[in-house]
């Protein structure tokens, strides 16, 4: 039966396939794509898996068969007897060949996915006891999963291409190349990460607001993505048909061929549009009264930088360095790792800037998700971003030293997170002096860069004197500074609805720092998700914008807003815009 669930559009465009659900075991489970030639090597793996726990059965029986019948009650035995039954169960071994075999799920993720599918049947039983075998599956799946940690896995495949399918073959299909649509209750920025080069066409979680970290690698990977979809990791089934809505924020489920019809249109639709951006690839970003415009790219890695110069980027305005010490189980790149990094990164963009932001972790970025802080109250008000670097000076060196070394190679700029007191942006200068003398003390050449502050939090845009006097620019994390000024965790959906960027607050204070800036001639650039959104290009410009920063996805449609605006008309509707008590009601008539 077709239903729909609603949650946040947090990337464009339409999805449809098969939905996968990353299941929640306790155990932390890979999940990757085995290749063709690999399958029978894998159900070897899972053999070797299974018969680990089997035989450790085998050896808990034959101790307890030499004790006394007073110290091992009879259920024991029997309950080890359903285990070994369990284990030998067809559909559950069955079940997991399938996954391996057909879609390629490497053996970890063939189990849990089995789980999933056997969990739902025993929830659906009517009788007590064999429902409460469930609880026996899952602690047996476990079991197998710590043994299979144990039985060498074939090396990460690269990821397989998605083949284009029309929507008949679509539904007849069932081999492995049928488009698959993650659903997960959470996933951290770091599992995003992974999945960067999957073969996913969309996602979908249950949890997050519209500018979680979460939901900002979700739109760099430039597939459709639903977050805060409350229930969908429930509601929606192991292997149902899915389609993403990701203009609207909206999920289908199991839809009928009218529905997939339509949305297949739409979806086609979405692909000539795109196809019509591209031509503006090379197009100079300059508004009809002759303003030329920045656009630059927001990257998490080095090798996000040839995307960002297809899409046409000017340079990256903002390197999120901290996805280099995510997921490493809270072990740090060192010096050379991280030089090498931000060199790569350097002379991927051929030449033109890059800026590298210093860690920010913290919050909803934890270095692992095994390490996420839930011990404080308020992690987004807590060590976060320059907070954590300055209260681990011999860490925040070490990162300091590497974008130095690295200035060699390009034209590099260091911008600072999350700064608020003049006494931090002092610590942080001297320390950057500090990692310049180390390296000349150890004869290691480094390069010139240009030093910029974030203006993320309301107290730093409300004393600019203070950074523009230290600091060469300045980028506009709208991101955090929505945040801060209104008091909404940006990564929970339950008060997403307040998230407004739109806020006369967020707004004068915005306008505030682009004026401020260009008053004493340093640039001032906005690298937070308001830059990529195309319905705000021409307020940002009216107030004076010149550098925008984004995902590269968005760059093209920007730059179509940008060639279609003439910067000095914007001026005067900007600023009513901005004194308005309600500027959203305002915006539709510029
Ligand atoms: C921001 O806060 O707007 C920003 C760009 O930084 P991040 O999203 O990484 O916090
Ligand atoms: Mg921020």
Redesign the pocket.
Known sequence: MTFSIHGLAVARGIAIGRAVLVASSRIDVAHYFIEASQVEAEIDRLRLGRNAVVDEIHRLQASIGNMGPKETPHELKALLDVHLMLLQDDELIGGVKHWITQRLYNAEWALTTQLEVIARQFDEMEDEYLRERKADLEQLAEKVLRALKGVASPVLPPARALRKKSQQDLLLDDTVDVPLILIAHDLSPADMLQFKHSVFAGFITDVGGK?S?TA?VARSLNIPAVVGARLASQLVRQDDWVIIDGDAGVVVVDPSPIILAEYGFKQRQGELERGRLGRLRHTPAVTLDGQKIELLA?IEMPEDAPGALQAGAVGVG?F?S?FLFMGRQGRLPNEEEQYQAYRRALEGMHGLPVTI?TV?IG?D?PLDKALRDDAHLNPALGLR?IRWSLADPAMFLTQLRAILRAAVHGQANLLI??LAHASEIRQTLALIEQARAELDHRGVAHGPVKIGA?I?IPAAALTLQVFLRYFDFL?????????YTLAID?ADESVAHLYDPLHPAVLRLVALTIAAGSAQGKPVS?????AGDISLTRLLLGLGLRSF?MHPAQILAVKQEVLRADAGKLVAWAEQVVADDEPGLRMSKP
Request: proline fraction near 3%; aromatic fraction near 0%.
């Open positions: 500018t970290h900002i927001n903002l999120r901290e932001r920010d919050a970025k971003a997170p999350m974030m993320e980028s506009i994390g709208t991101n955090d500074l929505i945040q940006r906005l690298c937070g998700e308001m920063s």
